[in-house]
C-alpha cells in the first residue's frame, strides 16, 4: 500500500471537518441546489455510475493479478502399440497434470498490478464525481441565469407599461405629441420581445438541464444572497486545490501502473517454466511409467519488444501526468483569478445598476413633469435596464466562480470515501 494513502486520508478527514464547520458559517450559496440533493442528485449521472462500475471491475482484475495467468493442465491420452514381432496389439493409456510456475519476483509485481488496479477504479470514480459535479454547476447557473433575466425583464416590463400610461396620459392632454406615444409603445414591445426571448432560453436551460440531471428539483431561491468573499490567501488555495486533485491522482496511480507493468514486461524476458507429472500404463498394463516434466520456453525477441512497448507506454505516462499536473495548477489558477476578478466586477456593475436605476426613475419623473424629453428618458430606461442586467449576470458569475472554488477544493459535494486506503 502507498503510505501517502494514508496522510491523504487524515489530510481529508480534517478538510472534511473543516467544510463542515464552514457550511455552518454560510460558505454554502443559497443560489445552489439543496445540499442533501446532491448525492442522489450526482450518483443518479451516467458518468458517475459507470465509473461505479469499474470499481467492480478493478476488484475483479485485482483478484485475478493475484492469483496469476497460470492454470491447472489434466492431459490424457490413449492409444494402440502392434507389435510387429508377435503381431499382438496392446492398448495403453496416459494421464499428466501440469502447471506453470510464475518465477520469483513475479507474484509480487502482479499483486501491486491488481492494487493499482482498485486504487486507478477509486480514483477514476472519484474523478468522474468531481466532474459530474462541475457540470451540474456550470449547467445550473446556465439556467439559473436565464430564469433571473426573466424575472429582471418581467420588472422592466412593468415599469414601461407604467411609464406608456403616463405618457398616453400627457399625450391626451395635449402635452406631448402623438408621436411619443407610439415611442413608449415601441420600447415596451422590444422589451416584451426581450422577455420573451429570455422566457424560451429559461425553458430550454431547464430541459437540458432536466435531461442531465433528471433527479434535481429546479427550485431558486426567491432572492439570492451577495456572492460571498473568499478568504486566505491565492497560495493556500492553489495547494488545496492541487494537493487534491483527483484527475492529477488518477493520472500518477496510472503512471505507478504502467511503470509496474514495465517491471513486469522485463521479468516476462525470463519465461515461466511449466512442471507436470504424468503416469502411463503400457503394454496392456505390462508396464507402468511415472514421471515428471519441466518445459521451459526460450524468450526471444518478442518478449524483448513487449519490454521496450511497456518502457515507452511508461514514458507517455510520466509526460501525460507532467502535463495534467501542469493543466490542474493553470485551472486553479484560473479559478482564483476567476473568483477575485468576479466579484469585483459584480460590485462595479452592482454600484452602476443602482446609479442607473435611480437616474432612470428620476427621468422618468421629470417627463411626467414635462421637464425632459422622451427620448432622453428611454435612453436612460434602456441604460438602466442593460445595466440591471449586467449586475445580475455578474452576481451569478461570482457566486458560480466561487462555488466552482469551493467544490475543486472538495469542500462542497464531496464523495464519501473518496481517498482510496
Known amino acids: 500500500m502507498n503510505p501517502r494513502f494514508g496522510l491523504r486520508t487524515v489530510v481529508s478527514a480534517l478538510l472534511m471537518a473543516s467544510a463542515t464547520l464552514a457550511n455552518a458559517g454560510g460558505i454554502y450559496p443559497n443560489a445552489l441546489p439543496p445540499a442533501g440533493d446532491i448525492e442522489a442528485i450526482l450518483g443518479s449521472s451516467p458518468l458517475v455510475a459507470g465509473a461505479a462500475a469499474g470499481v467492480e471491475l478493478g476488484d475483479a482484475i485485482n483478484r485475478r493479478r493475484r492469483v496469476g495467468p497460470h492454470e491447472w493442465t489434466l492431459r490424457a491420452m490413449t492409444q494402440e502399440r502392434r507389435d510387429q514381432t ?84 400627457r399625450v391626451t392632454a395635449g402635452d406631448a405629441p402623438a408621436i411619443e406615444g407610439q415611442l413608449a409603445e415601441g420600447e415596451l414591445n422590444r422589451v416584451r420581445a426581450l422577455h420573451l426571448e429570455a422566457q424560451q432560453l429559461a425553458a430550454a436551460r431547464s430541459l437540458d438541464l432536466k435531461e442531465l440531471f433528471p433527479a434535481l428539483a429546479q427550485r431558486a431561491p426567491d432572492t439570492i444572497d451577495d456572492p460571498p468573499a473568499v478568504e486566505e490567501t491565492d497560495a493556500i488555495w492553489h495547494e488545496r486545490i492541487v494537493a487534491d486533485n483527483h484527475e492529477l491522482e488518477l493520472a500518477e496511480n496510472q503512471q505507478q501502473e504502467a511503470e509496474l507493468q514495465a517491471q513486469r514486461a522485463r521479468l516476462d524476458r525470463m519465461p515461466d517454466p511449466t512442471v507436470g507429472v504424468h503416469y502411463g500404463q503400457e503394454r496392456d498394463r505390462q508396464e507402468k511409467v511415472l514421471g515428471v516434466t519441466v518445459a521451459l520456453p526460450f524468450g526471444g525477441s518478442g518478449r524483448r519488444a513487449d519490454h521496450a512497448a511497456a518502457l515507452a507506454r511508461a514514458t507517455m505516462a510520466t509526460e501525460r501526468t507532467r502535463q495534467i499536473r501542469l493543466k490542474v495548477e493553470g485551472d486553479a489558477n484560473r479559478a482564483l483569478s476567476a473568483v477575485r476578478l468576479s466579484r469585483l466586477r459584480w460590485e462595479q456593475l452592482s454600484r452602476l445598476s443602482e446609479q442607473m436605476q435611480a437616474t432612470a426613475a428620476t427621468m422618468r419623473r421629470g417627463y411626467e413633469l414635462g421637464e425632459l424629453d422622451l427620448a432622453q428618458t428611454l435612453t436612460a430606461q434602456r441604460q438602466a435596464l442593460e445595466a440591471t442586467l449586467g449586475a445580475q449576470q455578474a452576481e451569478l458569475d461570482a457566486i458560480e466562480a466561487y462555488a466552482r472554488l469551493r467544490l475543486d477544493a472538495h469542500e462542497i459535494w464531496a464523495l464519501e470515501h473518496e481517498h482510496p486506503q
Open 86 to 169: 508377435t503381431q499382438q496389439t496392446y492398448t495403453e493409456a496416459q494421464v499428466s497434470l501440469e502447471r506453470g510456475f510464475r518465477i520469483p519476483g513475479k507474484a509480487s509485481v502482479d499483486a501491486a498490478l491488481g492494487q493499482q488496479a482498485v486504487l486507478i477504479a477509486e480514483f477514476a470514480h472519484a474523478d468522474a464525481w468531481h466532474e459530474a459535479g462541475r457540470s451540474l454547476l456550470s449547467s445550473w447557473f446556465d439556467w439559473l441565469r436565464e430564469r433571473e433575466s426573466v424575472t429582471v425583464l418581467a420588472g422592466q416590463v412593468k415599469i414601461l407599461e407604467q411609464h406608456r400610461d403616463a405618457v398616453q396620459r
